[in-house]
């Protein structure tokens, strides 16, 4: 557990990337594998994930993430988008996806989804969206956490103008808006935030015991 709190020291929100290195295939599969296997409530993982290696789109990113230079001079970069159409059909899809993997038959998953379809539907067009970013933000922890285990550098960002993401990346039409940006790759010796010491609330008024 140490080590796990040396790891969390250790990283940052790096704001200079050394642009000459890259994280490796095998690293970048890792960190999918902790994307995809991020809790999300119900287990709808109502979000996607899109990466985005070419320079031209990044450099337009760049643009409307406010300039900052992350986006372009990182080895990667992921574009969370949260469901902004959540609806019953998710579920549905949901439910086969269950049944399929668990080999159950999906008969038996109807009391399930029908729960779920229940406490879903009828939240407000805004509700929904608020609650399928939050789920996307659990893959965003446990995304840094994991890139600081195998001791990748990493940005998350929401500094960002979501309509000109949006735009670039055509996520309205498909149903998704962003909801934030990360940046992964390796600190450059330049960057002095590196340096810094943490900034946290103290642990006598973040946390209350009753
Ligand atoms: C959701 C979220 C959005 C953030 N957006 C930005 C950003 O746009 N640009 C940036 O440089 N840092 C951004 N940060 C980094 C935070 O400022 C940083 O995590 C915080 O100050 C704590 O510092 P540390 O992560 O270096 O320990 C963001 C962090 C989070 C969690």
Redesign the pocket.
């Known amino acids: 557990m140490n080590s796990y709190i040396e790891n969390l020291n250790w990283?940052?929100?790096?704001?200079k990337f050394d642009t000459n290195k890259k994280v490796s295939h095998q690293d970048l599969e890792l960190l999918k594998d902790v994307i995809q296997l991020s809790a999300s409530s119900y287990g709808l993982q109502p979000y996607k994930v899109l990466l985005i290696e070419d320079k031209e789109t990044r450099k337009k990113l760049q643009v409307a993430?406010?300039g900052?230079s992350?986006i372009t001079e990182s080895s990667h970069l992921f574009v969370f988008a949260n469901n902004t159409n959540f609806n019953d059909s998710h579920i549905d899809t949901y439910i086969q996806n269950v049944s399929k993997t668990r080999n159950l038959n999906i008969e038996d998953l109807k009391g399930y989804a029908d729960f779920m379809k229940s406490k879903i539907s009828p939240l407000t067009s805004q509700a929904k969206e608020n609650w399928t970013a939050k789920q996307s933000?659990i893959a965003?922890g446990n995304l840094?956490s994991a890139a600081a285990f195998l001791k990748i550098d990493a940005?998350?960002?929401?500094?960002?103008e979501a309509d000109a993401i949006n735009k670039i990346l055509d996520l309205e039409k498909a149903g998704f808006k962003t909801t934030?940006?990360v940046t992964i790759g390796y600190r450059s010796k330049d960057d002095q935030?590196q340096h810094?010491p943490?900034?946290?609330t103290p642990k006598t008024e973040l946390f209350t015991t009753i």
């Open positions: 990283r940052y929100a790096t704001k993430a406010w900052q992350q933000y965003l840094l940005c998350p960002m929401e500094g960002f934030f940006l935030t810094y943490k900034v946290r």
